[in-house]
């Protein structure tokens, strides 16, 4: 699939880990989020999750299917393999995770993502080419994400936003409460985990996320 920064808008993630580790309600969840309006899906099987490869793939083959039902990019977290074996559309690592390097020159033809944190790590995505996008967090506090760093701020988002050439994603922390001042910022979208899978209500929470109410 071909990217655009407009699929950044809303980029929900999320594993059998955030969802108490049922897989149906994690599928539950993606669907009823594509249904409301995110612009691009990350499985993101990490943390605590203890889901067997064979059982990723089968998990992520469902998850592809509804996905590609609503023309939502499908992006795998970390695992070059797995993102063959459902031929996802992108691939998104971290710092401490596969090499970047690696990832662009083995998955050219797929959406790359990376997350930073920092000046310097944004410093030295600028000059990866090949790169679609950044990951810029966290942003606020979160309880999503094993060894999280200190969340930076919104002005810290600015400045960091400011030096990136890539397109970007805020993330981190992001609920209802306090998207606006994201919203305020230029960033091309906004990341979350908790604030869908804990919704019960998806077109409320995804509007407000794209910044529609
Ligand atoms: N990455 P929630 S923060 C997956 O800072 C992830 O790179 C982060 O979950 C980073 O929206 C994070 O529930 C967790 O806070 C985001």
């Given at each position: 699939?071909?990217?655009?920064?407009?699929?950044?808008?809303?980029?929900?993630?999320?594993?059998?880990?955030?969802?108490?580790?049922?897989?149906?309600?994690?599928?539950?969840?993606?669907?009823?989020?594509?249904?409301?309006?995110?612009?691009?899906?990350?499985?993101?099987?990490?943390?605590?999750?203890t889901?067997?490869?064979?059982?990723?793939?089968?998990?992520?083959?469902?998850?592809?299917?509804?996905?590609?039902?609503?023309?939502v990019?499908?992006?795998?977290?970390?695992?070059?393999?797995?993102?063959?074996?459902?031929?996802?559309?992108?691939?998104?690592?971290?710092?401490?995770?596969?090499?970047?390097?690696q990832?662009?020159?083995t998955?050219?033809?797929?959406?790359?993502?990376?997350?930073?944190?920092?000046?310097?790590?944004?410093?030295?995505?600028?000059?990866?080419?090949?790169?679609?996008y950044?990951?810029?967090?966290?942003?606020?506090?979160?309880n999503?994400?094993?060894h999280?760093k200190?969340?930076?701020?919104?002005?810290?988002?600015?400045?960091?936003y400011?030096?990136?050439?890539?397109?970007?994603?805020?993330?981190?922390?992001?609920?209802?409460?306090?998207?606006?001042?994201?919203?305020?910022?230029?960033?091309?979208?906004?990341s979350?985990?908790?604030?869908?899978?804990?919704?019960?209500?998806?077109?409320?929470?995804?509007?407000?996320?794209?910044?529609?109410?």
């Amino acid at each position: 699939m071909h990217f655009s920064p407009e699929q950044l808008k809303v980029y929900f993630i999320a594993g059998s880990q955030n969802t108490n580790h049922d897989v149906d309600e994690l599928i539950s969840i993606v669907e009823n989020a594509c249904q409301n309006g995110i612009t691009m899906f990350q499985y993101r099987e990490k943390d605590s999750s203890t889901l067997p490869f064979a059982n990723k793939v089968a998990v992520a083959q469902k998850l592809k299917t509804i996905t590609n039902q609503y023309g939502v990019p499908f992006i795998i977290d970390d695992d070059i393999e797995l993102m063959r074996a459902v031929n996802a559309d992108g691939i998104h690592v971290g710092q401490d995770d596969t090499k970047i390097e690696q990832v662009i020159s083995t998955c050219s033809d797929k959406i790359i993502g990376l997350s930073t944190h920092d000046q310097n790590e944004v410093s030295a995505a600028n000059k990866i080419d090949g790169l679609d996008y950044i990951g810029i967090g966290p942003i606020f506090a979160t309880n999503s994400k094993a060894h999280v760093k200190e969340a930076i701020g919104i002005d810290s988002l600015v400045q960091l936003y400011a030096l990136a050439n890539h397109p970007a994603v805020a993330i981190g922390g992001i609920h209802l409460n306090n998207v606006h001042d994201v919203l305020s910022t230029d960033v091309d979208g906004i990341s979350v985990i908790s604030a869908i899978t804990k919704t019960n209500n998806f077109a409320k929470t995804i509007s407000t996320l794209k910044g529609e109410l």
